[in-house]
Every structure is written in C-alpha cells, then in structure tokens.
C-alpha cells in the first residue's frame, strides 16, 4: 500500500482554512478594550483634581508656588523633538 503524503497535506491544510475566521469578517470589526469608572470613582477624581487645584491657586495667591524648572525643561524639549509648535 502506498500512501501519498501530498494529498494528507492538502486535507489537513483544507480542514485548517475551515476553522480560521474569515479574515475579511476579523478585519471589519476591530475589537478594542472599554474602561468604565464607577460614579464614586468618577466622584473621587473629581475631588482630588478640585483640591489640587485649590492648593495651587491658594500657592500662587500667597506667592509660594515654585516652578520646577527642570520639569518644564523637560517638558519643553520632549514636545520640541516631537515637532509640537510651541509657540501657538
């Protein structure tokens, strides 16, 4: 008995294609991830940014907020190399 190992590839190579998805059918929907915070989450946010905010405003009024010139450095040559315009 001879077998043909050609046509044993062509079979399991025919039940293979049968299983995968239709690329066209992968390609039309693109799965993407979702992140929903909870309205207490949301609330929590909310408050921290409020607070920083009147930490800053009261740092500002009273003359004692400091700029971090190295930050701003930083800052300032990370959005020049990405070809931001700072000027506008």
Do not use: C, F, H
Request: hydrophobic fraction near 30%.
């Amino acid at each position: 008995m001879k077998i043909n190992p050609i046509n044993r590839i062509d079979t399991v190579y025919q039940a293979y294609q049968k299983q995968q998805p239709n690329r066209s059918e992968a390609t039309k929907q693109p799965q993407t991830d979702k992140v929903e915070l909870s309205s207490e989450a949301q609330l929590q946010i909310q408050k921290e940014k409020d607070a920083k905010i009147e930490q800053l405003k009261s740092q500002i009024a009273n003359g004692t907020y400091k700029v971090d010139s190295e930050k701003l450095a930083e800052k300032l040559l990370s959005a020049w190399k990405s070809g931001a315009k700072i000027d506008e």
